[in-house]
Nanobody
């Protein structure tokens, strides 16, 4: 059984940077998708970016040019580097895994991290 454990996040000023990391333990399916989602107060969970097990990545428009998703093969982690952060990026950030190649629909993911908080102040 796969488990995801997140670290990172925190509080920064408008324009700052943060990095999330998600440690993967357990048996990882050979074909999989890992992704980052976020949930702002009072809003639905939304996808940020995904990376397939073949390395293919895709970003939502708001993340393009600011966020970078990557896998650490040696460390079995999923990372999200966030630059030029804005107050509207505030929320709880989650990593997730799906046992197939999918996009950014939350219902397609069956394993989730515990979530880490990001607060961007103006």
């Amino acid at each position: 059984q796969v488990q995801l454990s997140e670290s990172g996040g925190g509080s920064v000023q408008d324009g700052g940077s943060l990095r999330h990391s998600c440690a993967v333990s357990g048996h990882t399916p050979e074909i999989n998708t890992m992704a980052w989602f976020r949930e702002a107060p009072g809003k639905e969970r939304e996808g940020i970016a995904f990376i397939h097990s073949d390395g293919n990545t895709r970003y939502e428009d708001f993340a393009k040019g600011r966020f970078t998703i990557s896998r650490g093969s040696a460390t079995n982690t999923l990372d999200l580097a966030m630059n030029s952060l804005k107050p509207e990026d505030t929320g709880t950030y989650y990593c997730a895994m799906a046992p197939q190649w999918v996009r950014l629909r939350p219902a397609d993911y069956n394993t989730w991290g515990q979530g880490t908080q990001v607060t961007v102040s103006s």
